[in-house]
Nanobody, 120 residues
């Protein structure tokens, strides 16, 4: 349903871009979001936007460092991460849903997750 990719191991301060490619039938869903789950932590909201553009919303912990976007012609979503910190280490997953919310329970479709590790 969703294929997310782009994770890796980087140093603090580096940048990384994650990608999310939904299958054809998910295009009708309107909200693209990213969540993450750090080691020993619960999954938490990172960012969301309306798939057709606009209304970007971020968690306070990533505001000003991460940017959510999408390439409509290619139907790919992105999470550009800059100024990465060790505390950003987590498995990042994209999600698609119909409701504009940061609540993970509202999202119906999930990627398999991609590991991001930030070393100091």
């Amino acid at each position: 349903q969703l294929a997310d990719s782009g994770g890796g191991t980087v140093h603090a301060g580096d940048s990384l871009r994650l990608s999310c490619a939904p299958s054809q039938r998910l295009f009708s869903r309107s909200i693209l979001a990213w969540f993450r789950q750090g080691p020993g932590k619960e999954r938490e909201f990172v960012a969301l936007m309306r798939w057709r553009g606009g209304s970007e919303f971020y968690a306070d912990s990533v505001k000003g460092r991460f940017t959510i976007s999408r390439d409509n012609p290619r139907n790919i979503g992105y999470l550009q991460m800059s100024g990465l910190k060790p505390e950003d280490t987590a498995v990042y997953s994209c999600a698609v849903g119909s409701e504009y919310t940061s609540s993970l329970s509202a999202y119906e479709y999930w990627g398999q997750g991609t590991q991001v590790t930030v070393v100091s």
